[in-house]
């Protein structure tokens, strides 16, 4: 199966950051780099344009961002438009971040309760989450929704853990529709 595109370019940029001993300082860059992108939609929109030559986008690149981020990473954004991969850029820079989290052993975990947890419930549960994952610290999304009832349902990358209320009462309710009730 073909990697994405995201992927190749993203884990291309997170060796180089490795070589050069550098992670935190492209991170901090790709940040900024990514938030630049997403505020200025009129960019993104130049770069795609099909009646642009790739050369003026090279050099809109170069405008915009020479003497701001590292020659590195510059050169890193004149090859992904040289290759017509600039519609990727956001996802490439989120992998890359993604990567750099994984890498430093920080995982993100969206947490969902009924009520708003008081902060000695949130350190518990952190707490709890460290002992039970691989990751050295956390970077936790609290959310508040009522519907659920109780309990809490907690989402790290792909896995989630539903203890709510609600699930609960759903998963009885579907049992107890199975059940067949006996001749009278």
């Known amino acids: 199966m073909a990697k994405l595109v995201s992927t190749t370019y993203g884990d291309a940029l997170l060796e180089l950051a490795l070589e050069e001993d550098r992670l935190d300082g492209f991170s901090e860059e790709v940040t900024a780099v990514r938030q630049v ?3 200025n939609e009129e960019l993104g929109r130049v770069l795609d344009h099909p009646k642009v030559t ?3 986008k090279l050099d809109l690149i170069s405008n915009v961002f020479d003497k701001r981020i590292s020659d590195e990473l510059l050169g890193f954004l004149r090859i992904i438009v040289e290759k017509g991969r600039q519609d990727q850029l956001i996802a490439v820079f989120d992998h890359f971040l993604h990567e750099v989290k994984e890498h430093k052993g920080i995982g993100t975990a969206h ?3 009924a009520v708003a947890l008081s902060g000695p419930q949130k350190t518990a ?3 709890r989450l460290l002992q039970t994952t691989r990751y050295h610290s956390f970077e936790m999304d ?3 929704d009522p519907a659920i009832l109780g309990g809490l349902v907690i989402r790290i990358e792909d896995r989630v853990v539903d203890s709510s209320l609600k699930t609960r009462i759903d998963n009885l309710s579907r049992q107890l529709a199975r059940i067949q009730l006996g001749d009278r």
């Open 111 to 113: 947490v969902t309760s």
């Open 125 to 127: 549960l952190e707490a």
């Open 54 to 56: 790739r050369e003026e």
């Open 37 to 39: 992108f997403l505020e």
């Open 142 to 144: 609290y959310q508040v």
